[in-house]
């Protein structure tokens, strides 16, 4: 979907409207999933550098997440078996393998790819760069998440269209964007699993029999993770920074030509 918005100048209106609905409803049925394996994994790293003690007093909390999780792996499978989603998949298998029409009033679809390509990525290197001067060490989560989204639409730009441009130039520009991507969504994770794990501690706390060390070590886990997550702005700010450095900078004016000209939006 994040690919497909890009694209709205060369697609139908209606198609990418219609598959940007249904990939955003996907979206939304993958992601319980996807964020109980992530709080899952971080579980098990945690425990890397815990006593067997500590492990087994949080044993409630893994029972909880596994179980969870569980439950949510068997809802998306039952999404996959959904007449919706094998319409989707068809569908949009079908519109890929349809033939291109020789004419179209479509403004980009007749155009060079080079040109296309270009223009899109610069204009989102400038949105990127743009959008990222205004953060600051008390930008709002929910900012922080727009931020990183807007990386990942420069990132599959730049993939999408990788083969048209010098290797040498192209991969660590791809690099220094995947990194500034990866920093932001780790915030966006750990606003997720303390929003879980806060969750799971009320549940767990209602729950008879479970010991006030076990509450504790659970507490002692989100505080952990609020301090992480402070720590991680620090290093988004200097992610954000490297990115912005002059030597980038003169890597994207030495591939994209046009990076100076007045480039439409799109």
């Not at 569980?70 to 319409?87: A, C, I, N, P, W």
Request: with cysteine; glycine share 4%.
């Amino acid at each position: 979907m994040t690919s497909l918005t890009q694209f709205r100048d060369i697609l139908p209106k209606r198609i990418v409207r219609w598959y940007r609905q249904e990939f955003a409803w996907l979206g939304e049925q993958t992601g319980p999933a996807r964020d109980l394996d992530v709080l899952l994994l971080q579980f098990d790293q945690e425990a890397m550098g815990m006593t067997s003690d500590k492990i087994k007093l949080l044993d409630p909390l893994k029972g909880l997440i596994e179980q969870k999780r569980s439950q949510s792996h068997k809802e998306l499978k039952d999404v996959f078996q959904t007449t919706r989603y094998l319409r989707l998949m068809g569908d949009w298998c079908d519109y890929l393998a349809t033939p291109v029409p020789v004419h179209t009033n479509l403004p980009d679809a007749e155009r060079p790819i080079i040109t296309v390509g270009t223009e899109r990525i610069v204009w989102m290197y400038k949105q990127v760069r743009r959008r990222g001067k205004k953060l600051n060490g008390k930008s709002a989560v929910a900012r922080l998440h727009e931020f990183r989204k807007d990386c990942k639409k420069l990132r599959y730009l730049m993939i999408f269209f990788e083969d048209l441009y010098s290797s040498k130039l192209m991969q660590p520009l791809i690099k220094a964007v995947t990194k500034l991507q990866d920093a932001f969504g780790t915030i966006r994770d750990l606003e997720v699993q303390q929003r879980i794990l806060k969750e799971f501690h009320s549940a767990l706390t209602n729950e008879n029999g479970l010991s006030q060390d076990s509450l504790g070590e659970i507490e002692a886990w989100e505080r952990k993770l609020k301090r992480h997550k402070r720590k991680l702005r620090t290093k988004c700010a200097k992610q954000l920074s490297s990115f912005d450095r002059p030597k980038n900078q003169a890597r994207f004016r030495d591939l994209f030509s046009v990076l100076h000209e007045g480039n439409r939006p799109v």
